[in-house]
């Protein structure tokens, strides 16, 4: 097995998992990981904002 296989086999097997996790989210869990997303994406904006310099 080549070093790609064994990348390709842990991505793969990686996506699967976290999709497999995904599904098995109730609605509750749902809306608290879209409340992390959206924390984590806002905080990610502003800090790309604050290092513009005019």
């Not at 080549?2 to 989210?25: P, V």
Request: proline share 0%; glycine share 12%.
């Amino acid at each position: 097995m080549s070093y790609f296989d064994a990348i390709g086999f842990w991505i793969g097997n990686f996506l699967r998992n976290t999709w497999g996790w995904l599904n098995s989210l109730n609605y509750h869990e749902w809306f608290l990981l879209l409340a992390i997303t959206t924390c984590a994406g806002f905080l990610c904006m502003r800090g790309f904002g604050s290092r513009a310099e005019y």
